[in-house]
């Protein structure tokens, strides 16, 4: 008696290929983080005190540390993204509240004064479309 497998089909290649894509700019960004914390100095503006400056590149490198462990969590859902679902809501409910933290970020503590408006504006509707494009694409799971 012979057994036959049936070939498995790729689904969700769209989400596959977006996972993959946001896992590669995730590892990268917190690879050039973890080691040349300064690049980010040269978008925020940084307190001149030798400790602040150390804390505060001590905490950059750590979420670029996080960041790569993400990048890992995104690899794993873009190879099967039915299993990992809860990876992928997980970046969704990220990506929302990212948003809502620049939208009180611009509006309360006033970081008009520091970035442009349409820097800010931007990144969220950037944040928010991809949260919207990963809500679409995810797979639906019936349980």
Do not use: C
Not at 91 to 100: M, S, Y
């Amino acid at each position: 008696m012979s057994v036959t497998t049936k070939a498995t089909v790729p689904e969700n290649k769209p989400l596959r290929g977006l996972l993959s894509v946001l896992a590669i700019i995730a590892a990268l960004a917190g690879a050039v983080v973890i080691f040349d914390a300064q690049l980010v100095f040269w978008v925020l503006p940084v307190p001149q005190e030798a400790f602040a400056h150390s804390m505060i590149t001590l905490l950059v490198q750590d979420l670029g540390a996080l960041m790569i462990g993400f990048a890992m969590l995104l690899y794993a859902a873009s190879r099967d993204p039915v299993r990992y679902i809860t990876v992928i809501n997980a970046f969704i409910v990220v990506l929302v509240l990212f948003a809502g933290v620049d939208v009180y970020a611009a509006e309360k503590l006033h970081f008009g004064a520091i970035y442009p408006g349409y820097m800010i504006w931007g990144r969220v509707a950037f944040r928010l479309v991809l949260a919207i494009i990963l809500l679409s694409l995810r797979p639906r799971v019936v349980q």
